[in-house]
């Protein structure tokens, strides 16, 4: 799903490292995936065991 964005930039600043931003975009997206995912968990974990 994120692999389909284009890795060549023509166009930008010559100083701007485009590779290192797509890193840094596809790190904060998986932590948010991730981080989403186990507050959900643990919602669900605290309605079934502390009601």
Known sequence: ?????A??????HPAMDYSEHEKTYD???GL??????ST???L????????
Do not use: P, S
């Open 27 to 29: 790190l904060f997206v």
């Open 7 to 12: 890795t060549q930039h023509t166009g930008g």
């Open 40 to 42: 959900v968990v643990l």
């Open 44 to 51: 669900v974990l605290m309605a079934i065991f502390l009601l």
């Open 32 to 37: 948010t995936k991730w981080g989403t995912i």
């Open 1 to 5: 799903m994120a692999d389909n964005h």
